[in-house]
């Protein structure tokens, strides 16, 4: 005030197109505060601006017509929609009404986004391969040494119907034991809805233009990862998922048929469902990982799972269960303790000689001589 000088100033509203530029440098707020964007979140920004109106899903299939597609599928999502409350009933049953009515016929044109949904897999194949699913079971904690490795091309529902048949097939049955029951519990070692959520997740929001991109379940001793090509999007971090978040698929088209046909049930509650799932099995922490180039969504496990060559476990089932039983407890089991809950079938020499070959194995410890001493888990 001093100096005469009059200070004006101006407040605008948002503005439609972000970023907003001044004198040749972009600018973005936080709270209160203006700050200067950096190469790398410029162009970020501009790219996710584009992509809410021209994408790869939303582009025209060159050369697709409906003969290309599983009408049956197609016919099988509307109705699951309809019946879900999640579209209207549609004028016909005609496939070009139904995928009007999905929003993946334009103009009479076809939408990549149909060709990813229910295209037939031979041709997808050929003209889009990314849609590619990769399967593997490796020994050991690496990738050196392979039990299985297949590969699968397909639209998005075959590949789904793939994935989980693979992990149905390839990941062994988890033992538990409660206080109160003798019996033995068996469930599947990762909560097969988590992991389904993951691998809906990795179809709905992987990055379709990298022509070499795919899925991917890798299942290890100690874990199993998802993976999709592509890295999250509009400001989402791995550690934001975990928390409540928007729901911004990075393809709607495609997204929306999966919530459509039940396989999504709550938009924006993915992450949180799993993570959930995952706690409630009494697993640890579900991890989310982004590279820059793929994201992996990982589950691991706090147990002794026995190794599986063509569905026969390599130990018995008393060796199993003893196992089992090492995992429950912290403090160890004399091997009294151990026969005893095996049961009155089982005799000490039974028993001792089951501990011997684990012990030979690495798998359990020894606590020297004498039935006193107290058996750990390696």
Not at 36 to 47: H, I
Not at 64 to 86: F, T
Not at 348 to 355: D, H, K, N, T, W
Request: proline share 5%; net charge neutral; aromatic share 8%.
């Amino acid at each position: 005030m001093g100096s005469g000088r009059e200070v004006i100033v101006v407040s605008t509203g948002r503005g439609p197109t972000r970023p907003y530029i001044f004198r040749g440098n972009a600018y973005r707020r936080v709270g209160n505060t203006t700050l200067a964007m950096s190469p790398d979140e410029y162009n970020r920004m501009l790219f996710e601006r584009m992509h809410s109106e021209q994408r790869w899903e939303n582009q025209p299939a060159a050369g697709w017509s409906i003969n290309d597609l599983d009408v049956a599928e197609i016919r099988r999502v509307v109705a699951e929609g309809v019946r879900r409350g999640r579209m209207d009933e549609p004028p016909s049953r005609e496939p070009a009404d139904l995928l009007r009515g999905l929003g993946l016929l334009h103009d009479g044109v076809l939408l990549r986004a149909a060709a990813v949904l229910f295209g037939n897999g031979e041709r997808l194949e050929v003209d889009m391969p990314q849609c590619l699913l990769r399967v593997a079971r490796f020994r050991g904690t690496d990738k050196m040494h392979f039990l299985d490795n297949r590969q699968f091309n397909g639209n998005a529902f075959t590949l789904l119907a793939n994935a989980e048949r693979f992990l149905r097939d390839s990941l062994p049955i988890a033992a538990r034991f409660e206080d109160d029951r003798f019996d033995r519990i068996d469930e599947p070692l990762y909560p097969p809805l988590a992991t389904r959520e993951a691998l809906a997740n990795t179809l709905c929001h992987r990055d379709y233009s990298i022509g070499g991109g795919s899925i991917g379940a890798a299942i290890y001793d100690d874990r199993l990862e998802i993976t999709s090509a592509g890295s999250l999007h509009f400001g989402l971090t791995p550690e934001k998922l975990f928390v409540p978040h928007e729901s911004r698929p990075w393809n709607p088209l495609i997204a929306r048929a999966f919530h459509r046909r039940g396989i999504i049930e709550e938009w924006g509650h993915g992450t949180l469902k799993m993570s959930d799932l995952t706690s409630a099995a009494g697993l640890p922490m579900l991890e989310i990982e982004d590279d820059g180039w793929c994201v992996t969504v990982r589950f691991r496990h706090g147990q002794y799972v026995p190794q599986r060559r063509g569905g026969i476990a390599s130990y018995s089932e008393r060796q199993e269960m003893i196992l089992a039983f090492l995992a429950s407890t912290e403090d160890g089991l004399t091997r009294r303790e151990i026969q005893a809950r095996l049961g009155p079938s089982v005799s000490e020499r039974q028993v001792r000689r089951a501990l011997e070959e684990l012990q030979n194995h690495g798998l359990v410890v020894s606590p020297g001589r004498g039935k006193s001493g107290r058996w750990k888990r390696a």
